[in-house]
């Protein structure tokens, strides 16, 4: 005896909710969902990443670093001593030693 694969149409829940007022469990193509983004784009399809960068393990924070980092190198080409990059970024010196090394590396 062969039995017959069963065929779950668009809409249709595969194992169906003993109470009637559950919506169906619908395929990703079939919700609609609120693209509402996040605070580094306005929409998840304008985001500037290849990745979500909440996708990614500490990705956010890596992101905010590397942001810093580089306008310390770019600040601290301009001139500005390591010493008053640490008070404008309220770090200390050494933070501001391995953040240039690591912008300068990249």
Do not use: W
């Not at 694969?5 to 919700?31: A, C, Q, T, V």
């Not at 969902?33 to 399809?45: K, M, Q, R």
């Not at 905010?64 to 601290?76: A, G, P, S, V």
């Amino acid at each position: 005896m062969e039995l017959e694969p069963e065929i779950i149409r668009p809409g249709e829940n595969s194992y169906p909710s003993e109470n009637p007022n559950d919506e169906p469990d619908l395929l990703p193509e079939y919700s609609h969902y609120p693209d509402e983004g996040c605070e580094f784009a306005h929409s998840c399809l304008d985001c500037p990443f290849p990745r979500c960068i909440y996708d990614e393990p500490g990705g956010k924070q890596r992101f905010i670093k590397d942001l810093r980092n580089k306008e310390m190198l770019r600040l601290y080409t301009g001139g500005k001593e390591i010493k008053e990059l640490a008070i404008t970024f309220g770090v200390s010196q050494r933070t501001v030693q391995r953040a240039l090394k690591r912008a300068k590396n990249e």
